[in-house]
């Protein structure tokens, strides 16, 4: 049986559970320094002088850096794509000029050890002249830098003749809706270690993650050096979710070091620093309209959302606004679309993506408005939702829409067959009935749902190098990087199914840049498709390079050949002669007879998978909430998390991600929340004040996962599992909570407080 | 700042460690006794990334001073298995998938270690009441649960 679809424990574990990690802060180098940030404590301020000089007078500071020190660095870049304009809001590596959130870089220490370059950093004399702070990206656009205002650009994008709808429309429903600031928060801090071989030349960073082949060529032109002087490595990353492993300020400040002190250099952040500092997300708030007929199918949508960005434009550019404008409209039919995304700058910390990027927010406020529509025009939601869903035999659907790049055109889905499913396992009637009784009975409980369309696998190119060693070992190396999602064990189990050995024989290697030339790293859900199907590729190109080889070995033809458990042998019976992979290798070992009929001698094969658009798995997600009356209190009673994966290459990972991703837009949707005072100071700088779902707060939880529409794009059918636990979860938790509050529309912002659970009740 | 002579007694060994009274008892069994399986996840006391046993009790490794830890056991993950062999609850993370960025695992492994050496038929209610103390961002709990009770009839057994 092929493991391909297996849910077999992962290659991953071993060294995790036995305390063997190898994460940024367990790396450390002879002789390193260790790297302090001093960052500003006002979040809008003209910045007058730093004076460095009482840290470098503390026995142990080696060197303390200010904005003066490091002129020739240009600011951190961002990926392009086709707005125009953003260089001017990207962020210096330390502050000049002005501090525009609480925890910019603004000086640095490096000192002998972690303690001292913390005493000394305290030192350090910063001195600011406080201007006004502005913390609402919904409020008119303040001044950036007296050349430019905060608003760094509108995206637009329109289809269809979105007037003639709303003239048209037998109900307008309009809503005003905000989602709140919140992130990844992975368990691991970021850390940075960087050194120089001198001898070699070459720069090296560790503790990377995310996109290395990227940021090994921002850092090499940042610092003025060739790409291939630079390397990067992943070691085990505690936790990515969208924010670790982009380029910051701290990455390059400690190549700069090492490469000027001449000693490597480490950087780990702390807890607080990584609230104030790692990038938030989320934050947008919503003016959305929907023209319909009398029967709630939707004419038109015109939305205005203003997109809180932070202080400076970071690695991801516009990028969420851009999907959040791209991929509100999910599964529904929309005849006639208008966007425009303010994207604006505040006094906060700087965000970009956190998992489900512009989808767990366009979510919460599609669903809010079908719900709206619903109660508008007097059907059921659930109703409401199949009569605007894309049909199965529209697909693939071309959207006139782009986002992050690429023509939005749905590719597989049965949205109204996974909608039948997920009701029938939810028991969505007799639940119905069990919340009317209790209503009855006094008590305060709902039902809600969200369904929504997820990305995945975005594109252009990922490539694989699969080689099988003379022991019959198989090494996979890929651009792509693991955050800690199986990468290892899924690309193994597919390589492994393609080739014909034990997946446990593959060793997978990632995030190097110095074992692949070309990579796109792991984000967007996209490792599964793309690395998935060119190691697919490269698993049925090295098979079939290893029967050829065989052939000539068994004086049999090759395609009389299969190969299993690693031994090539005839097809028919168990019986006659064979030979191992191992040596299969070595027939093709440099100056062997057969191996000079290649280009290249050895087992080895390079696979390269393509792709222009992306692919979109699609989901439902229910929830039955009860409230507390006293005191205002959520309580997910149930919940279940319907996703339709097309293929799954290992379903126990897979409900894994989605479990995991649930909880997070659990977080998002009832106690996550980067709050500031009125001065824009954080006030959520602890893991007492910042509030992650812990096992008390999970509810009873069932994942539904279905393999209805395999992607037609890509030769394995997969499609990204990373998102979809997440995507949802703000929009059915939002429904729930207004039903169990009498279905009235009251619930139009996350997270749901029990302040707010309590203004609501008083309504 | 004035050196400490300070000897931890780590998963039966003895470390003799010269440190700055105000250095954490986590930071010492890192970089003191080379023992990274003990992470650091906030220093602050809330996500139990850290915890370590402590004459068999859990503790927050970065709560405390390594002055404070001398003459105690001190036992970490890297104590959990005999060689080859897994500590059934080390194995049954692994069965049943309760860890994915691995970085919470050795907290959650010395606090579900010290809850089934207290009570190996702990209710279940109980346990989600003990493992709440300690935050895991990949997994959502659910198979940290199931991984803790399986481990917990397999030691029955
Ligand atoms: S690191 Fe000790 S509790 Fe978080
Ligand atoms: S497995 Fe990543 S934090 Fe728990």
Redesign the pocket.
């Known amino acids: 049986m092929s493991v391909f679809g297996q849910s077999v424990t992962r290659l991953e574990d071993a060294p995790l559970v036995r305390g063997q990690g190898a994460f940024a802060a367990d790396i450390d180098f002879p002789r390193q320094l260790h790297m302090r940030v001093v960052r500003a404590e006002m979040a809008h301020a003209r910045l007058l002088s730093v004076d460095v000089a009482p840290a470098l007078a503390l026995p142990g500071v080696v060197a303390a850096w200010s904005a003066a020190d490091v002129q020739g660095v240009p600011p951190i870049p961002f990926r392009a794509t086709k707005v125009r304009g953003l260089e001017p809001y990207c962020q210096p590596i330390l502050a000049r000029d002005r501090v525009r959130y609480v925890g910019e870089p603004v000086a640095v220490i490096f000192a002998e050890d972690a303690a001292m370059a913390e005493d000394a950093a305290d030192l350090v004399l910063v001195d600011l002249e406080e201007l006004p702070a502005l913390l609402d990206a919904a409020a008119p656009p303040g001044d950036f830098d007296g050349a430019r205002d905060t608003e760094p650009t509108i995206v637009r994008k329109a289809y269809g003749d979105v007037d003639a709808a709303f003239r048209e429309a037998a109900h307008v429903v309009a809503l005003d809706l905000s989602i709140g600031r919140h992130s990844g928060v ?2 691991e801090t970021r850390g940075a270690i960087a050194r120089y071989d001198a001898a070699m030349d070459v720069l090296e960073l560790h503790g990377t993650a995310k996109k290395q082949h990227w940021n090994r060529d921002e850092i090499a032109r940042l610092l003025g050096r060739a790409p291939s002087s630079v390397h990067l490595f992943e070691g085990h990353v ?2 990515g979710f969208g924010v670790r492993g982009e380029l910051y300020p701290e990455d390059l400040l400690v190549c700069l070091a090492a490469l000027r002190l001449g000693r490597p250099v480490k950087w780990i952040e702390d807890r607080r620093e990584h609230l104030v500092a790692t990038n938030h997300s989320r934050e947008q708030r919503h003016r959305i309209r929907a023209a319909v007929d009398a029967q709630g199918q939707i004419l038109g949508i015109d939305n205005v959302f203003f997109h809180d960005q932070g202080g400076y434009i970071r690695t991801h550019g516009a990028r969420v606004a851009d999907m959040s404008a791209g991929l509100l409209l999910g599964p529904y039919r929309v005849p006639a679309y208008r966007v425009a995304g303010h994207f604006r700058l505040t006094n906060k910390t700087p965000a970009a993506t956190y998992r489900s990027p512009g989808r767990f927010e366009g979510s919460f406020v599609r669903e809010r408005l079908m719900d709206a529509i619903a109660a508008r025009c007097g059907i059921d939601r659930l109703a409401v939702r199949q009569r605007n869903f894309v049909g199965v035999a529209e697909m693939p659907y071309a959207r006139p829409l782009d986002a992050l790049g690429t023509d939005v055109v749905l590719d597989s889905g049965d949205y109204a067959l996974l909608l039948d499913k997920a009701l029938a396992r939810f028991g969505w009637d007799a639940r119905q009935a069990d919340v009317a009784r209790r209503r009855a009975a006094g008590e305060c409980v709902g039902l809600g749902l969200g369904f929504f369309v997820e990305k995945s696998g975005l594109g252009p190119s990922d490539g694989v190098r699969l080689t099988v060693d003379a022991t019959g070992a198989v090494e996979l190396v890929t651009g792509a990087a693991s955050v ?1 999602q199986g990468v290892e064990t899924v690309l193994a189990q597919i390589a492994a199914a393609a080739l014909g050995v034990e997946y446990r024989r593959v060793r997978v290697l990632h995030g190097r840049t110095d074992r692949i030339e070309f990579g796109s790293g792991a984000h967007a859900s996209r490792v599964t498709v793309m690395s998935g199907s060119a190691t697919h590729q490269a698993g049925l190109a090295l098979a079939a390079l290893a029967k050829a080889t065989a052939a000539a070995m068994l004086q049999a033809p090759a395609d009389s050949l299969t190969i299993e458990a690693g031994v090539v042998r005839r097809a028919e019976g168990a019986g006659g002669a064979s030979v191992t992979l191992g040596e299969v290798a070595r027939a093709l070992a440099p100056g062997s007879a057969l191996s000079r009929e290649r280009a290249t001698p050895g087992l080895t094969v390079e696979s390269w998978f393509h792709s222009d658009h992306m692919t979109y798995p699609y989901g439902v997600q229910m929830a039955q909430v009860a409230i507390d009356r006293g005191t205002g209190t959520v309580k997910v009673e149930h919940y279940l998390c319907a996703y339709d994966v097309g293929r799954a290459v290992n379903p126990m990972l897979v409900e894994g991600q989605i479990v995991g991703g649930f909880a997070q837009g659990l977080g998002g949707a009832l106690y996550e929340a980067f709050r500031y005072d009125e001065r824009g100071q954080p006030l959520s700088t602890t893991f007492a004040d910042y509030l992650m779902p812990t096992i008390a707060e999970m509810p009873p939880l069932d994942v539904l996962v279905t393999e209805d529409a395999p992607s037609p794009l890509n030769p394995i059918g997969v499609k990204g599992a990373g998102e979809g636990g997440t995507n949802a979860v703000g929009a059915a938790i939002a429904s729930a909570v207004d039903d169990a509050l009498g279905g009235r529309g009251l619930v139009t912002t996350l997270p749901i407080t029990p302040r707010d659970v309590l203004r609501m009740l008083g309504t | 700042m004035s050196e400490h002579a300070v000897t931890l007694r780590v998963n039966g060994i003895a470390h003799r460690l010269q440190l700055p009274a105000r250095r954490s008892l986590a930071d010492a069994l890192r970089d003191g006794c080379g023992l990274t399986g003990t992470h650091l996840g906030c220093e602050h006391g809330v996500c139990g990334a850290c915890t370590v046993l402590l004459d068999g009790v859990p503790v927050r490794a970065c709560l405390m001073l390594a002055v404070q830890a001398e003459g105690a056991e001190i036992r970490t993950v890297e104590g959990l298995a005999q060689g080859a062999t897994l500590h059934p609850l080390q194995q049954a993370f692994i069965d049943h998938h309760a ?7 050795p907290g959650f492994l010395m606090l579900a270690v010290a809850m089934l050496e207290e009570d190996p038929d702990m209710p279940e209610a109980e346990m989600v009441h003990r493992l709440s103390s300690n ?5 959502g709990y659910a198979n940290i649960l199931k991984a803790v009770q399986a481990a917990a009839a397999a030691m029955a057994r």
């Open positions: 992975p368990m505690g936790g800690g | 860890l994915q960025c691995g970085f919470c695992t935050l895991c961002r990949c997994t």
